[in-house]
C-alpha cells in the first residue's frame, strides 16, 4: 500500500549492509544516508548552498522545536518548512516525543498524549499521535515520525513494557491520521495532497522480547518506513550494537530502517554493517563549533598548540573546499580567537566528511567490500591519534 | 616618487567629490570604495568567497589584533597575511595605534613610541614608528599606516598639540622605515621587494591650526596617501563634517584620502561629498550581528514582532543573494533562536548594500550628478521608518 518508494539496490555478501534508494517527495536520496540535523530550521552555520555544495539530498528538522518558535502559523503561512528555509530537497522531520521527555520542564503522559511545558517560555502544550501527524503536515515533511515515548538506559522492565504499550497504541492512531492527511487534498491555495511518508518507531528500550513485539507491531503497521527508536541513550557500544543487530533482523527487508541519533565514523559504519539505511546526529555540528573535527586518521582539536605553525589542511585526503583551502594553523587561530568562521569552516568540513565516508560505504557494499572497507576505514582512524 | 598608484578619474561638477583608481599590489581597486573591518584575519561571519562575491577589492585589517595573536611569526611563516586568510585581493592594516589607546589596559607614550599591556594576557608590548612599518611588511599590507596618536573630543589644545608632535615626529621615521623596507628585497626565499604603500596620517583634533599643520606635515611626507584620523571619536555629526572638510581641503589631490572608521550611509555619503576616497568601520558587520540591517528606506531590526508574517526581503531593490532568497519572516526566526545563520546573512547583506551603495555613487560621481544622487537616497533612508 506505501508504493515502492524504496528499493534495496544491493545487499553485500558478506553482512546485512544495503544499498537502496529512495524517491521522495523533494527527490532522490541514495542509502546510506547520514542527515545533518537543522533544528531551528538552519543546520548552524551553514547555508542551504553549502549543505546542497557538498550533496545531501535530505536534512532533519525538530518538530518540537518548530512547532515552539517559530510555530506552524509561521510556517503554514510560508507555504511549509522547504520554502520557509529554502532547502529545496528532502526534509525528515521528528515527532517531538524525544525533545519532550528531553528538553521541557514538566511533562505528563497519558494515553491521549503528552502535556508539556514549554523550555522557551514555560508555556503549556499538547502532543498527541494525531496533532503530531498534523504538525509534519504543516511542515511539509517528505518523511514524518509517529510520536513515541523514548526512554533511557537503565529503567524497569515494567517501566519499558508501560512505554511501549504507548508507542504502540500511538502508532496505530499516527497511522490513521497519517492516511486522512494524505488523503485530504491541502486546505490552502488548493495544493496537491500532502506527499510525506511516515515512519513507525521500535522502542522496547533493552529487554529483547519487548523489541521483538515493538517490530512485529512496527511491521504490522505497514508504514512506508521504520525508526529504531531508543538506542544511544546511554548504553556502552557493545550493548548498542547488539540490540541494534538484534531489532533490525526482525525487521522487513523491502523498508527503509532508520536509526535515530548517531554520528560518529563508529557508530555509524557499525549501523550500516548491520543492514541501517538512514541516521542523523547533531554530533558532527556541535563538535566542530567546539573545535573538533574529523579526519582519516582520527578526531582532531583545531586548538592544539602544535597546530600553531601547521600549514596543512585538516585531512590531506579529504576534498572539501576547507581543506582545499584553509591550513590548520588558520583554522587555529579562528578557533582561538571565536570567530564565527571556525564554526561555519569546521562545520562544513565534519559534514563533508561524513556525507563522503557514507558515499564510500555504499560504493563499498555494491561492489561487496563493505566490511574490509569498514576494517581499513577504523584502523587508520583508531590507530590515528594525531 | 611615489609612483602613480592611484589617480582621479573624475571630479563632479558641482562638489569635491572624486571617482578613482587605485593600483595596488593585489589589483586594482576603484574609488570612492568601503573596506569591511577583518580585525582577526577575518571579516566576521563571511567567507573570503562571500567578499569576492559581492565585490570587494580591498579589506582591512588590524596590526595590533594579529600582532598579538596569532603573532607576527606565525603570519610570517604563513607567507603573509594574504595567505593565512586566503584572500588574494588588497589588504589595509592600520598601525594599531588606536587599538593600543582603545583597548590595552595600560600604555606609556614616550617619543621612542608606545609601550602597552596586551588586553588578551596583560604582557608587555612595544610599538615604534620603525616595528609598525615592519610589523606590516611581514603582514604584506598593500596600503599600511604610520603609528599616530589618535584622541578622543574634548581633550585641550596642549594635550591634542602633544599628540600631534608625537604623530608628526613619527611619520618622519615612518617613512625612513618604509623607504628601508621597500627597497631592501624580503630575506625569505627571496621574493620581490615589499611593494605596500605607507599612508601618513593628520590628526589635530578639533583645532583647525593643529588640523592644518598636521595636513602640511602629511603632505610634506610625500606618503602615497593620507589618512584623515581623529574623526568620528565622539563629536556630533556637523562638528565631524566641518572638520572633515576642512581638513580635505587641505590636502593634495593628487593623493588618495582616506577617513577611518565611518560606516554609515550618512557619514560615507557626508565623506564622498567632501572629497574622501576610502573609509572602513565595523558598523555593518557588527550591527548585523545585532540584527540591524540596511535598506534603502531606512535601517531596519529584524527582531520586530511586525517581521513576523512577512514573506519578503529585507530590501525589495537589493539584489543581494540574500534579498533574493531569504524572507523578513525567516530572518527574524533566525535571530530570536540566535542562529550563527542570521550573522551570516545579515553580515552579508549589509555589506552588499553598502558596496552596492559605493558604486552607485561612484557612477553620479561620473555623471556629474552625485548631489541629486545623495539627496535623493538620504530622503528616502531618512523618511524611510520601516
Known amino acids: 500500500m506505501t508504493g515502492a518508494f524504496f528499493a534495496v539496490a544491493h545487499t553485500d555478501s558478506a553482512c546485512p ?27 548552524k552555520a551553514q547555508t ?17 522545536h ?31 516525543g524525544f525533545q519532550v521527555f528531553s528538553l521541557a520542564p514538566m511533562r505528563k503522559i497519558q494515553d491521549e498524549g503528552v502535556r508539556f511545558r514549554s523550555h522557551i517560555d514555560g508555556s503549556y502544550h499538547s502532543l498527541t499521535p494525531e496533532n503530531v501527524v498534523e504538525i509534519q503536515k504543516v511542515l511539509g515533511s517528505d518523511i514524518q515520525m509517529q510520536l513515541d515515548v523514548c526512554t533511557p538506559w537503565g529503567i524497569s522492565y515494567k517501566e519499558a513494557e508501560e512505554a511501549l504499550r504507548l508507542t504502540t497504541l500511538w502508532l496505530k492512531r499516527a497511522k490513521s491520521a497519517w492516511e486522512k492527511a494524505r488523503d485530504s487534498v491541502s486546505d490552502t491555495n488548493g495544493a496537491d ?8 518507531i521500535v522502542q522496547g528500550n533493552f529487554f529483547r522480547d519487548l523489541r521483538a513485539r515493538s517490530a512485529e507491531s512496527a511491521a504490522g503497521a505497514d508504514t512506508p518506513g521504520i525508526a529504531i527508536g531508543g538506542l544511544s ?79 596543512e589542511p585538516i585531512d590531506k585526503e579529504c576534498g ?33 566528511f561524513l556525507h563522503d565516508l557514507v558515499e564510500e560505504a555504499r560504493r563499498a557494499i555494491m561492489e561487496d567490500r563493505f566490511l574490509p572497507f569498514k576494517k581499513s576505514f577504523l584502523e587508520t582512524y583508531s590507530e590515528g591519534n594525531r
Open 17 to 43: 549492509a544495503r544499498a537502496g534508494i529512495m524517491d521522495l517527495p523533494h527527490g532522490r536520496v541514495t542509502t546510506p544516508v547520514f542527515m545533518p540535523v537543522g533544528t531551528n530550521a538552519t543546520v
Open 48 to 64: 542551504v548552498d553549502d549543505l546542497e555544495r557538498i550533496g545531501f539530498r535530505i536534512i532533519l528538522s525538530n518538530t518540537y
Open 66 to 96: 518548530l512547532y515552539l518558535r517559530p510555530g506552524t502559523e509561521v510556517i503554514g503561512a510560508a507555504g511549509g518548512l522547504h520554502n520557509f528555509m529554502r532547502w529545496d530537497r528532502n526534509i525528515l522531520t521528528d515527532s517531538g
Open 193 to 200: 495532497a500532502y506527499r510525506g511518508k511516515l515512519f513507525a
Open 233 to 311: 541513550v546511554g548504553e556502552e557500544e557493545p550493548v548498542f550494537l547488539d540490540y541494534l543487530s538484534y531489532t533490525a533482523s526482525l525487521l522487513p527487508p523491502e523498508k527503509p530502517r532508520y536509526v535515530m541519533g548517531i554520528g560518529t565514523p563508529q557508530y555509524i559504519l557499525g549501523a550500516i554493517e548491520r543492514g541501517i539505511d538512514m541516521f542523523d546526529c547533531v554530533f558532527p555540528t556541535r563538535t566542530a563549533r567546539n573545535g573538533h573535527v574529523f579526519s582519516r586518521r582520527g578526531p582532531y582539536n583545531l586548538k592544539k598548540a602544535e597546530n600553531r605553525l601547521k600549514f
Open 320 to 352: 572539501c573546499g576547507v581543506c582545499r583551502k584553509y591550513s590548520l594553523a588558520y583554522l587555529r587561530h579562528l578557533f582561538k580567537t571565536q570567530e564565527i568562521l571556525c564554526s561555519m569552516l569546521a562545520t562544513y568540513h565534519n559534514l563533508y
